[in-house]
């Protein structure tokens, strides 16, 4: 289960107390992630996650966020320089496929650019939103930077509504 704060009115403070019940009903039972963005964020997930999930991120900034993870890490209770685990890393790789697939993943970019906490997020790659991302001809060759940097990649398909075509492709060039 992945936590994300949202729109809460204090972020930080919403998803650590949501975990710890979490954490205090389940028990280790549960495997408990915080959605992170920002250094704040990055740093409580990597103090209080079993996993981090990052979206709409290059491989230079989720190395960026590797470095705040471990940041938060080391504050953990009771932990050592190299005593308690990492959190897994994950991210949304987004791959724009179709004749349309620069445009899809413009379309769905700008819409999260929108929401302030992303346009903060893009703002600090210095990257323009719809450029954050692949088409299905760059797949292959452009998630070996991704592999470096993710311990688990999650291929998120954005495509044309209606056409199972595009996401065979994409399948295809994947597979491996």
């Known amino acids: 289960m992945v936590l994300g704060a949202g729109r809460a009115p204090l972020p930080l403070e919403a998803v650590e107390e949501t975990l710890s019940q979490l954490r205090g009903r389940f028990g280790k039972e549960l495997t408990l ?64 496929m179709g004749e349309m697939a620069e445009q899809l993943l413009e379309g769905e970019a700008e819409t999260y650019a929108k929401m302030p906490h992303y346009r903060r997020h893009f703002k600090a790659m210095d990257h323009r939103p719809g450029i954050i991302g692949l088409n299905e001809q760059q797949v292959a060759h452009s998630l070996q930077p991704y592999d470096k940097v993710l311990d688990e990649t999650v291929i998120r398909a954005v495509a044309s509504p209606g056409s199972l075509e595009p996401f065979i492709a994409l399948a295809e060039a994947c597979a491996p």
């Open 33 to 96: 992630g915080v959605a992170a963005l920002g250094p704040a964020m990055c740093r409580l997930a990597g103090r209080i996650g079993d996993l981090v999930f990052l979206n709409w991120a290059t491989p230079q900034r989720i190395q960026w966020s590797r470095t705040k993870l471990d940041e938060g890490t080391r504050k953990k209770p009771g932990s050592t320089e190299d005593g308690e685990p990492k959190p897994v890393v994950a991210a949304y790789v987004r791959v724009a």
